[in-house]
């Protein structure tokens, strides 16, 4: 009998029947739900509906439906039930349709709206209709509670395994479970050679860019095991990222600690869930020495404390941060007097050098208010850096003798590692060999793809080989003999190691930060340090503020009198050669030259050499022709007789004629008797001397 809800309208309309299962475990083995519900077709017939106006929806099949988002099938029913075109929405129950009241009630209020009746396996509901509207809500709201105490049932029992520590999770590379369900060490020396370097690496580097890129640089290799496809299970070998290496460093699992609530699941706006991380005080169940692991507890828990540290490089404050490359000591270290609030390192060019200079920014960054003071690091790290040296005591030999052991320890760790590839290596290509001499010659096609594997396993192992052969030498040399001795010599004094240039800053900055906790300045009429040691203690340097640059370049006053002194008798290069002979150079720490003393003399208003020979009354080579009416020839033919004395003004033969105001020159006659010009010297009369 036809139900009475279904009108003429609803039969105009097509009938829409939802097929969903939540899993394709189910869609495979629970066939009879899958019959069932492809049985409410004959429903829609039944009711008035043509065969050809009911639509199957079924490519939601093995999909689950606490969620609308990943579930294409029920997007497209709503919205053809939103476009009026559904007469009839069918299911065989509620949480086929939906487990998540939000989407359930948007479906029901889209079928009120457009007259939309929905059938289930108990009937025929109008949800425009109060009564049927309240009591579609209850079985929504009952198939959601159904799935939360199913969620809840099964979490609950994951929890009371993990609570003592036998739930099991699959293991990372390096960890792998026994028969008898333990958790052990991977068998494969190599890779636990690899995680054992990992580990050592960072803790002698302190940051995880520089453990991968000394991975890189060694042409060393990383295992992964691949956890899906045809090769699921094997492991690959492959150059490690900084990604794959910040997972190794942050998994407990390495220490031999069993953790559980790590994560935390977040519900996204659009559907679906994100995994937050969790702090590590916040980790529900914590297990220490569960099974063996690569480190211990406490090694653990420092790496995190310096990835934490090496992170704050990237957070909203940029406090401190792993060391850098720059030039500047207290990177990371330096609190401004002022505010309180960390300082940055800003650098500029002086002399062809990075010149660092600590600048306080916060206020300017977060409020915009005024940079709170900056201080050249020229003058502070130099202060501090002496400081350091005044502190260390004298490094003993068996520091010396650690150090040497430290760096053979970590040669013999990556020479056995590419041993260990080498012989992976020539193991797969045995076994590529095998494969290939017990394959059927006349099977070509199979014979012809298992000699290229073979052929590209050989290639493989003889890149090895010869990387190795290449990289051996090297090693080495870098631990020969002088090498040692060198080692030695500089751990027996540390002022030498801190100033030696082979030193690499970072390694400075390593050793500051070992030794010192923070330093905070004041940049006043004096520069202010109070250096803060990692013991508690507590040094204050007053350092004088560096001179302003227009000072620095202003010449001395003795300088400056030197050079006035000078000028009586020498020109400018002459004064210039001998300020260079006394090891005087100029602000930029040049030697001085011809312009440089000339600056000086046109800054300060200092006449010139030949200014003061013609303050002098020393006349130019025109002037004595016009005065003895004579030509210019004549005048320097007198010079080289020697009747007249010419006084130089430069080093370039250019000077003026020194002649006496009670001088005079008694001219010759030409001709064959002629009489050379002569010196005549007029005395005074009152002398009674004769002239000459």
Known sequence: ??????????????????????????????????????????????????????????????????????????????????????????????????????????????????????????????????????????????SEAELHFLKARMRGGQLNKASRGDLKIGPPVGLVYLTDGTLALDPDAEVQAALRMVFTTFERLGSATRTVKFFLDEGILFPRRLRKGPHKGELMWAPPRHARILQILHNPRYAGAFVYGRTRGRPRPGGGVSQIKVDMADWRFVMPDMHPGYIDWERFKANQERLATNAQAYGMQRHAGPVREGSALLQGRVLCGLCGERMGVHYSQEHGQPVP????????????????QSVPGKVVDPAVGALLVE???????????????????????????????????????????????????????????????????LRLHTDVVEDYERRAPEQAAALDAETQQRVRDLAEQFPRIWSDPRIDMRERKRILRLLVADVTLVKAETIVANVRLSGGATRTLTLDRPLPIAQIRKFKPELVADVDRLLDRHCDREIADIFNERGLQTWEGKPF?????????????????????????????????????????????????????????????????????????????????AVPARRALITAPSTGQDSL
């Not at 129950?93 to 939000?102: G, K, Y």
């Not at 600048?359 to 005024?370: F, L, N, S, V």
């Not at 005048?635 to 003026?656: A, E, P």
């Not at 004629?657 to 001709?671: E, N, Q």
């Open 357 to 372: 200079t600590y600048i306080c920014q916060e206020t300017a960054t977060r409020r915009g208010g005024k940079v709170c």
């Open 593 to 673: 030259n011809l312009k440089k003393v000339a600056f000086i003399r046109a800054a300060y208003n200092l006449p010139s050499r030949r200014q003061r020979l013609r303050d002098c009354g020393m006349l130019t080579t025109q002037e004595v022709a016009e005065h003895f009416a004579i030509a210019e020839t004549a005048v320097h033919q007198w010079g080289r007789q020697g009747l007249i004395t010419k006084v130089y003004s430069d080093n370039l033969n250019r000077g003026l004629w020194d002649i006496p105001s009670d001088l005079t020159i008694i001219k010759g006659r030409p001709g064959p008797n």
């Open 1 to 142: 009998m036809p139900d009475l809800k279904v009108t003429a309208d609803h039969l105009r309309r097509d009938a829409y029947l939802y097929i969903r299962q939540s899993t394709l475990r189910q869609v495979a083995e629970n066939g009879e739900s899958t019959q069932r519900q492809y049985g409410l077709r004959d429903r829609a017939i039944a009711a008035g509906w043509p065969t050809e106006r009911v639509h199957v929806i079924d490519c939601d099949l093995g999909k689950s439906g606490s969620s609308a988002v990943a579930r294409d099938g029920f997007q497209e029913l709503v919205s053809e039930v939103a476009l009026a075109k559904a007469g009839v929405v069918m299911g065989l129950e509620v949480s086929r349709l939906a487990r998540n009241s939000a989407d359930w009630h948007r479906l029901l209020e889209l079928c009120a709206l457009t007259s939309t009746l929905i059938l289930d396996e108990d009937g025929v509901y109008d949800p425009a209709s109060f009564n049927d509207r309240l009591l579609l809500g209850l079985k929504g709201t009952m």
């Open 391 to 457: 502190l260390m005591t004298p490094m003993t030999l068996d520091v010396t003798l650690a150090v040497q052991r430290e760096l053979e320890a970590r040669a013999a760790e990556t020479d056995t590692l590419r041993q260990q590839h080498i012989e992976r290596t020539r193991h797969d290509a045995e076994l590529a060999r095998r494969r290939y001499m017990k394959v059927d010659p006349d099977n070509r096609l199979v014979a012809d793809t298992l000699e290229a594997e073979w052929n590209e396993k």
